[in-house]
């Protein structure tokens, strides 16, 4: 098997089965995965257990496109991160785990950052209710000590 | 996380998690749960808070329980903050600090920031705090300082702890109807959000309070207020006894009036009364580890705790020097008190080291002078500098005053002296001055 493929690829295989072949220099850029290369205690096939196959398919654009934009302009690459953090709040969920248990440092840098940009301008009930899942009624009855002040806003 | 990023990964130690389990929702136990953004785990979370300007993280600490203690936990990096205020203003700063300074003729509180790098620059809030905010930007006034907004009242301010102002304001009195008989309401802000609250009315209301006491938990951003009132009950022959102090508190947000005892020992002032006399200007409380510390009269710092009763310290030992001894002051850095007097040759300063004062600092008032010597001609009077406070953010600036003339700051260690304000003769003879030192905490405090 793994004679058949060429040097440089790796096998990701995903939680639920799917794999999926990738120039090991993509796949590096998952510092994880990277340790398990530089010490060899992986075959060609690496599990990537936790990441279903949607979403690692995700990551692997994503480390893709870093990896061949490297010689391209900045701003480009700029907008393809953008658009590509610009997702629903599970998928920027599943990403983000994904990359902080892969430790994928620039995914994680610009979902952060994506993540950061969705809860500033918001104001207090409208993170609890969109971040923190709270329903509204919840946030009336519940006894938290700020509800006094955090009605004003701040700035 | 990667080894490389130290941001990232600093946080990951020393949150406070007991607050967790206030949290109803912090994890989706089942994987069907719809999955929200706040419950990424806590080290991104903190990575996530830190990218945002200041503003938008005081907003965010009203969020939960869970997230208030994110952010307050020391874990999450300054940097934001810093870059956010002081961007424009120097290299490597360090914290806005300055002093309030008000005397008792006026009700125009100022400010001025005693920031190293900063030019030491004066804000006279003053005639400005009668107009209306929006006034103020109108007039572009508002501008002045972008870190000290105004604070739209006439005020004293009485005391300020981790960056939170208690301010008096007077209001007519209704209860006695006398003319001109005002009271004071005290208010609590915090003058970076400009968010401020009114404390309820003491039990007693309106009595004689000759001092009043404000403390702040860093932690939790609660506060306690204490009010102690002209009136003492001491035993003559033992010295002991006991005053009704009315305390407030932020979490119950109501007034108690509790008992406090004192023991004074022999060799201490004979009556307890003496220690707060309302002709002897002594200046406000200094907090130090949770403690409230005055300048009594006759040789006595006296410290109290809103749990524990009244102790005293006995000052330090002046008799080394000679001359008619100044109105010293109380300072406090890294949780040591610390104790700043003249008299007429010298300018010193102690330290309480374990229950001991110990000298760390003295100048000849004339070295104080040379380093003047551009100024000098403004100054013809050296024989009688007094002290007024002590910076709290920096351990070797001092504030002093001469008497008639000018309030400026010294450096010990650079020897520096900066003129801050000429002060009107009648001014420091007739009332004193108070000049309360103020340190930008790096996250504001929310006022509860």
Known sequence: MSSSLEKNMLILRSSDGEEFIVPEVVAVMSKAIKNMVEDECASNTIPVPNVDANILAMVIEFCKKHDESEAEAASDLKTFDSEFVNRGQEALYDLITAANFRDVKELLDALCQNVAEMIKGKSVHHIRIQFLGYQLFEILTSNFIWNIWCDRDFD | ?448
């Open chain 2, 1 to 448: 996380m990667g080894d490389d990023d130290k941001s990232l990964a600093q946080y990951n130690h020393d949150h406070p998690k007991k607050l967790r389990n206030m949290e109803p929702k912090l994890e989706p136990d089942q994987p069907d749960q719809p999955r929200y953004i706040a419950h990424i785990p806590e080290d991104i979370l903190s990575y996530v808070i830190s990218r945002m300007p200041w503003r938008s993280i005081c907003r965010l600490k009203c969020v939960s329980m869970y997230w208030y203690s994110l952010i307050n936990s020391k874990t999450i990096a300054p940097s934001p903050f810093r870059s956010s205020l002081f961007s424009t203003n120097n290299k490597e700063p360090d914290l806005f600090a300055g002093v309030f300074y008000q005397n008792f003729n006026s009700t125009e509180p100022c400010f001025f920031s005693a920031d190293k790098d900063i030019k030491v620059e004066f804000i006279t809030l003053g005639s400005r705090l009668e107009l209306e905010v929006g006034e103020l930007i109108e007039r572009g006034l508002y501008a002045v300082d972008e870190n000290m907004p105004l604070i739209p009242f006439n005020f004293y301010i009485e005391a300020c702890c981790h960056g939170l102002l208690l301010c008096s304001h007077p209001k007519p009195c209704k209860q006695c109807k006398l003319r001109n008989c005002q009271v004071d309401r005290h208010y609590v802000c915090n003058p970076i959000t400009k968010k401020f609250i009114w404390l309820p009315k003491p039990p007693e209301y309106p009595h004689r309070t000759v001092k009043t006491g404000f403390l702040v938990d860093q932690e939790s951003g609660h506060y306690q207020v204490m009010q102690i009132p002209v009136n003492f009950y001491a035993d003559p022959i033992t010295k002991e006894g006991f005053v009704m102090v009315d305390l407030y508190s932020s979490l119950s947000r109501t007034w108690r009036t509790e008992c406090f005892e004192f023991h004074p020992r022999s060799h201490e002032n004979p009556s307890p009364a003496v220690f707060f006399s309302r002709v002897v200007f002594t200046g406000p409380a200094v907090q130090m580890r949770g403690l409230l510390c005055w300048v009594a009269t006759r040789d006595v710092v006296v410290c109290c705790n809103v749990e524990k009763k009244f102790c005293f310290i006995k000052q330090p030992n002046f008799k080394i020097f000679s001359g008619l001894i100044n109105t010293p002051c109380l300072g406090e850095f890294n949780g040591v008190l610390r104790y700043l007097a003249s008299d007429s040759r010298m300018v010193c300063l102690w330290d309480l080291q374990a229950g001991e004062w110990e000298l760390v600092k003295m100048v000849p008032i004339d070295t104080i002078a040379k380093s003047l010597s551009d100024k000098y001609w403004m100054i013809d009077d050296f024989n009688n500098v007094r002290p007024l406070a002590l910076q709290c953010s920096n351990p070797e600036m001092v504030f002093l005053a001469f008497p008639h003339k000018w309030i400026m700051s010294y450096n010990f260690v650079s020897e520096e002296v900066n003129l801050i304000e000429r002060i009107e003769m009648s001014y420091l003879i007739l009332t004193p001055m108070i000049l309360i030192p103020f340190v930008l905490p790096k996250i504001p405090l929310p006022v509860f």
